[in-house]
């Protein structure tokens, strides 16, 4: 996510062998909602992933159902003017092309080009959000290009990605969209999962955070396992120093493999978090490392997410991991950043 805390080269295999981010597994959601023509090339996707075995093994019986659902996206209607930076430099002749496009086509193309030169297209993205709502759908393609910037390490695309996807689900940044979300999570359809991300995506910009952190906590220990994984997606997008506690929390006592694989990854690299919160976290992972009650397995998760917050590398040696951190830290590092990432 941010650059500094790319993975370091030296990542174990444990942590390498989690999809990073909701990319894979929203995809799997996402896509699976869309026509029947896509289902074979989506199978064989999924069959090739890590993750698709845990979702295929466990909740392969829901893909029927996902082929029904039609998502609720707005109409398109005409063509709105984009509105233009001041500054004259960035008016070169990607962005006067882009400008002539539906809102839709607009959305998609700024925030493809944000991926690749972020200072071209950021400002205009932000400057233009308002005038997108009600004229964005969530189609594949937009949503297959906020999963893509959500890979970014720049956070402005992340935070870009997102206000993008709240714009096109029509969610806006106000209590009944918490409400909206809640509903949804509670229903029996399979959009209810999709909603968790969402939901933390929205806490994550300032809308009533506390409730979101307490609706996702909930859901963290839900009997449901596919409910609980994307509770940690959502918690990874909230981004605050409580969901980092929560993620702390899951990976050291779910019962799931693949849950506990999901907090290391949020905590490593994943969702909204920043470089000073997973920082923050170290001190928290280090106490782990000396908890004897935690299996093998979590433990080898426990040292390849310190590995790649740090870049260092030490194993299970807890004491030469609390020595190098005894030389590394310092007050900035274990600020926690509550407000959320900023769009420019």
């Not at 950021?122 to 308002?130: A, D, F, K, S």
């Amino acid at each position: 996510m941010d650059k500094q805390l790319s993975p370091s080269p030296g990542v174990s295999e444990a942590l390498k062998s989690v999809p990073s981010g909701p990319d894979v597994v929203a995809r799997e959601v996402k896509t699976s909602l869309r026509l029947r023509a896509f289902v074979p090339s989506l199978i064989a996707l999924t069959f090739l992933s890590t993750l698709a075995g845990f979702l295929a093994g466990h909740f392969q019986d829901a893909l029927a159902h996902w082929m029904k659902i039609h998502p609720v996206a707005a109409a398109v209607s005409g063509k709105t003017a984009l509105v233009s930076t001041p500054e004259p430099h960035k008016k070169n002749a990607d962005l006067e092309e882009i400008s002539r496009l539906a809102p839709q086509q607009q959305a998609e193309r700024l925030l493809e080009l944000a991926i690749e030169r972020p200072e071209l297209s950021l400002e205009l993205i932000h400057r233009n959000l308002t005038n997108w709502r009600g004229h964005l759908e969530d189609t594949d393609r937009l949503f297959q290009l906020v999963l893509a910037a959500l890979d970014s390490d720049d956070p402005r695309v992340r935070v870009a990605a997102v206000e993008i996807d709240l714009a096109a689900c029509n969610l806006i940044k106000a209590p009944e969209s918490v409400t909206k979300l809640e509903r949804e999570i509670q229903g029996n359809s399979d959009e209810r999962y999709l909603a968790l991300w969402r939901l933390g995506a929205l806490g994550n910009r300032g809308v009533e955070p506390v409730k979101v952190l307490q609706i996702l906590q909930l859901y963290a220990h839900d009997r449901n396992q596919k409910a609980r994984f994307w509770a940690v997606e959502g918690l990874a997008m909230l981004g605050s120093r409580e969901s980092i506690d929560a993620l702390l929390d899951i990976l050291a006592h779910d019962a799931a493999p693949q849950i506990r694989e999901r907090a290391a990854t949020s905590l490593a690299k994943s969702g909204l978090l920043t470089g000073e919160q997973r920082l923050a976290a170290v001190p928290q992972l280090l106490n782990l490392l000396d908890d004897d009650s935690l299996d093998a397995a979590t433990q080898k998760l426990v040292c390849s997410t310190l590995e790649a917050i740090t870049g260092a590398s030490f194993g299970r040696n807890a004491s030469a991991w609390r020595e190098w951190w005894a030389h590394h830290d310092h007050p900035q590092k274990r600020r926690h950043s509550t407000a959320g990432l900023t769009l420019a």
